[in-house]
């Protein structure tokens, strides 16, 4: 049970992320070209998803908040 959870909250990280403007995958992919500011701006982000999550998950909507298919 908690694999099949751990795949729908990355796929909601994902999601809940490239909401935010920033496309991510399930892994960091940080590189010398990107400036302090980006890094700044998907440390803030990940800050913001991450709250939102951990009170998804909290709640026990985890599914319900992934949409259809779980």
Same mark, same amino acid.
């Given at each position: 049970?908690?694999?099949?959870?751990?795949?729908?909250? &990355?796929?909601?990280?994902?999601?809940?992320?490239?909401?935010?403007?920033? +496309? !991510?995958? /399930?892994?960091?992919?940080?590189?010398?070209?990107? &400036?302090?500011?980006?890094?700044?701006?998907?440390?803030?982000?990940?800050? +913001? !998803?991450? /709250?939102?999550?951990?009170?998804?998950?909290?709640?026990?909507?985890?599914?319900?908040?992934?949409?259809?298919?779980?």
């Amino acid at each position: 049970q908690l694999g099949d959870d751990a795949k729908i909250a &990355q796929r909601l990280y994902v999601r809940k992320m490239q909401e935010h403007g920033i +496309l !991510v995958s /399930s892994i960091f992919y940080l590189m010398l070209a990107h &400036q302090e500011q980006h890094i700044n701006i998907l440390l803030k982000t990940l800050e +913001l !998803v991450l /709250s939102e999550m951990n009170h998804v998950i909290e709640s026990g909507r985890l599914r319900e908040e992934a949409g259809s298919g779980y």
